[in-house]
């Protein structure tokens, strides 16, 4: 075997986990957690079932490894945002949330959402997971920017946990609708107008309200 070739199987053994939690990632999206089966994984990834189980002795660790490739690493980028952008705590808050969109609601991840709701009951390790790996981050992290904006005298101080909620959840809807009933909705996209109406609607409702002068 040359050289080349020996590189070139390494980086494709290197690769294959990512392949197959991709592949285990759209089966568990168009069958649910439940119904997919290894073999199907294996065979989604173009390989056999006896080398899929070299990376992966279940389904819990194949859901594990869709969440550290596609979703854990872009936490650091977000994170990163807290540092470069505190001085402007909106464009902080809005990049965050568009941020989420582009590279999770809108893509495959997002169906991970709908998968939590509609399966969380029946597989409650699998769910506690993804709430101590995504989901408890995730809202700390829209919590620490909603508080620079907060110690900076750009938004209101409210509730925190509140708060989370009514700027997060409508994002969140929009990714399960996206994997469910998109079927039934003919443009099966967000209008162009949405995001720019969304964070018209967010930070009217965040604004500090401006101080008034005081008259003599």
Known sequence: MSPLEVVRRQRRKEARPAELAAAALSLFIEKGFAATRLDEVAARAGVSKGTLYLYFDSKDALFKAVIEEGVVPLFEEFEAKLETLRDDPERLLREILQGWWDKVGST????????????????????????????????????????????????????????????FFPLLMQAVWKNSMSCCDETRSLPDSYFPTYFEMIFRGLRAAPVQESRP
């Open 108 to 167: 495959d991840l997002g169906g991970i959402c709908k998968l939590m709701i509609s399966e969380a009951g029946n597989f409650p390790e699998v769910a506690r997971y993804h709430h101590d790996a995504v989901i408890v981050r995730w809202m700390a992290l829209l919590g620490r920017a909603y508080a620079i904006g907060v110690e900076r005298g750009v938004f209101r101080d409210m509730d925190v946990e509140t708060v989370r909620q009514l700027v």
